[in-house]
């Protein structure tokens, strides 16, 4: 990571540093085991899917499920990255260190937020890269696969920092992740087109904001998509402003972190 | 005293934690340059009114300032002006020594500040564990890293929360060293402690807090002046003493005899009375009062 010397020109950018030094010191558990186990992932619905379903036409299985699984790392490596790092530090008690020096709320909200991005689209170009042995290299829209990748990092990097804020012990992060993320991305049309669902399901799958997100996505790299990409990032959008106030907010506040 | 900005200025500061008024009214101020000890027992608000000054507790009502910054309004420039070296002995596992210092001084918006991290580590002993993950650090060193945390960003303003606690008498010793050492360069330096013999060895003035209220402030020698209690111990050669002396000589279990006194007279009539009795001493400590006893008078007073 380099001499931090020049790097450390403000609190912002100092505790930007540390976020990104603190996964990267541990990147065999923050970058290494997701790419592992959506590399996983790939191997066995591709070998098992392959011959049997093809979602769009022209397009094969294995085309069709890796910007899923690449999106679902991203979003869940970039909730990971801010909410790990905020109970950790809570629990440990060393977030006085954060809340001691003169940083301001926003401050805190961008470090965090930029720091899950990061690790968000690391863990995504590894997947991608891993998987290309698998499907061959393509990308339809690279500009709206820009813009998916950074809208679904921010809006879950701000879920993590509420979801670390909120929580006050592990158990509540893991159910946390465990009945709210988790659901929300295997139930988004990572393996399949909501489509293939009955109706009911597929309305619930609309009201699901990560189902427009790796919609989206998808559409960047195969070109045809479930809905429209532009009511995908109109929905991502929106739901990042509304994230983001939201944490602004409780970090204003002080909630659960200045007593 | 002198007419400048306090270093510290509370103003009427109250906070209710639930059903515990943890501050009920605390006015203090402290000026640049003081070593003051902030007192009193578990529980009476010193580490809530720390938190206030820290910005880690917002307060009810009232104003808190640090060398004229605001806490709330004036966040940046008081949280600048101040070191606080917390009571628990947190670290952040990911990082090793040098590092941490380093980033600390990065969240100061300090750039290049190698010379005076190295100057911190020099002074704390922590140069030869600068390569080191802070969770292999032994405790005291952990304490060390924390007062090195607390001055990275040079402030004016140093505020220690029990700094001592479970430390070894060496890393104590070297410790006040240093932040004596501080203090007369210029530092203001805020103490609580549990130790009040570090309070009297150090601070000029001391205020005592009891249940979120300041029960009293002043000068170490004046505080040590509102008690006269003074205690002699004596070694006799017989066994019994004077029946007039039975009711104040209390029996040590070491077999010594133990008499508190507040007029030098009244020793000299019970020196006078043993002589009587044929009564030989056979060794003689005297105690001044301590700020124990001053401390223990005005908990119990109030």
Redesign the interface.
């Known amino acids: 990571m380099g001499r ?8 912002l ?3 930007f ?2 976020e990104l ?2 996964f990267w ?2 990147a065999v558990q923050t970058v290494v085991a997701p790419v592992v186990t959506a590399l996983l992932y790939l191997l066995i619905f591709s070998h098992v899917l392959e011959a049997h379903v093809q979602v769009y036409p022209g397009v094969s299985y294995t085309s069709f499920l890796v910007p899923g699984l690449v999106m679902m790392s991203i979003l869940q490596n970039a909730f990971s990255n801010s909410s790990s790092s905020l109970i950790q ?1 809570k629990m ?3 977030i ?9 709320y926003l401050e805190f909200f961008l470090a965090y937020l930029g720091a899950a991005i990061v690790r968000g689209l690391i863990v995504g170009l590894g997947v991608w890269a891993v998987t290309l042995w698998y499907a061959p290299f393509h990308i339809a829209h690279p500009l709206w696969l820009l813009a998916y990748a950074l809208l679904a990092c921010a809006i879950m990097g701000a879920v993590g920092i509420v979801a670390g804020i909120w929580a006050e012990k592990y158990d509540q992060l893991a159910a946390f992740q465990n009945f709210l993320i988790l659901p929300l991305t295997f139930l988004s049309g990572v393996f399949y087109s909501i489509h293939s669902l009955p109706p009911f399901w597929q309305a619930v799958s609309r009201v699901n904001p990560v189902f427009y997100l790796i919609d989206g996505f998808r559409y960047a790299f195969v070109g045809q998509s479930d809905t429209d990409p532009w009511l995908g990032l109109l929905v991502a959008g929106a739901c990042f402003v509304a994230i983001s106030a939201l944490t602004l907010v409780l970090l204003r506040s ?1 909630y659960k972190l ?2 | 005293m002198s007419q400048a900005t306090p270093a510290i200025r509370v103003g009427e500061l109250r906070k209710r934690f639930r059903s515990t008024q943890a501050l009920d009214g605390v006015s203090l101020d402290i000026q640049p340059g003081e070593f003051f000890g902030l007192l009193g027992p578990n529980g009476a608000g010193k580490t809530t009114l720390i938190s206030i000054l820290a910005g880690l507790t917002r307060a009810d009502s009232g104003q808190a300032a640090i060398m004229g910054h605001d806490v709330v309004r004036d966040y940046r420039q008081a949280r600048r002006a101040l070191g606080v070296v917390p009571q628990e002995l947190v670290y952040d596992p990911f990082f090793n020594v040098r590092e941490t210092l380093r980033i600390q001084s990065g969240y100061f918006g300090l750039r290049d500040n190698d010379g005076w991290i190295d100057e911190i580590m020099h002074h704390l002993d922590l140069t030869p564990h600068a390569d080191k993950n802070t969770q292999n650090l032994s405790g005291g060193m952990k304490r060390r890293l924390l007062v090195a945390q607390a001055l990275v960003h040079k402030p004016p303003v140093i505020v220690l929360d029990e700094p001592t606690a479970g430390v070894d008498v060496d890393l104590r010793r070297s410790l006040w060293e240093f932040i004596s050492s501080l203090n007369r360069e210029g530092h203001t330096i805020l103490l609580t402690t549990h130790y009040l013999e570090e309070a009297e060895a150090l601070c000029g003035r001391i205020a005592m807090l009891k249940s979120g209220r300041i029960v009293a402030c002043d000068t170490t020698r004046n505080l040590l002046q509102l008690t006269n209690e003074h205690c002699a111990q004596l070694r006799l050669d017989k066994e019994t003493v004077p029946t007039a002396w039975q009711a104040r000589l209390q029996r040590d279990t070491d077999g010594c005899w133990r008499v508190n006194f507040s007029e030098y007279a009244e020793l000299e009539a019970l020196l006078a009375d043993l002589r009587g009795a044929g009564t030989r001493v056979l060794e003689m400590h005297l105690q001044e009062p301590d700020l124990e006893d001053v401390f223990t008078d005005i908990m119990k007073r109030t």
């Open positions: 931090p010397g020049a790097f450390l020109v403000s609190g950018s100092a505790l540093y540390k030094l603190r010191k541990v530090s440990q008690g060393n006085v260190f954060v809340l001691l020096p003169p940083l301001s002080g200045r007593h």
